[in-house]
């Protein structure tokens, strides 16, 4: 993963600026960008809105699947009605004993 990260925005290092590449391939020369950690936030930066978005949509599909599932065992729950799904009269029982 680091390297990709060190490829794909040519930075090294993440708390300081590195004058190698640490994970890729050193004879692809010095790093242009400095560290990663500040070629990483800019891009976060870039792209803060499509990010929340997606994750706001992802809560809102999940928030929804949990509202329907609340729903659907209540209407499981009522077409038995208060009383217990055992019936000892069936098995010639009584409920004393």
Do not use: H
């Amino acid at each position: 993963m680091l390297e990709i990260l060190e490829t794909d925005f040519q930075c090294a290092g993440f708390c300081t600026d590195g004058t190698y590449y640490l994970f890729s391939d050193v004879r692809s020369g010095t790093p242009k960008n400095g560290n990663c950690k500040d070629e990483i936030g800019e891009m976060v930066k870039k792209n803060v809105t499509l990010f929340g978005v997606v994750l706001i949509v992802i809560g809102a599909i999940g928030m929804v699947g949990m509202i329907m599932s609340f729903v659907i065992c209540g209407m499981a729950q009522r077409k038995r009605g208060p009383e217990s799904p055992y019936n000892p009269n069936k098995y010639g029982m009584s409920k004393d004993e």
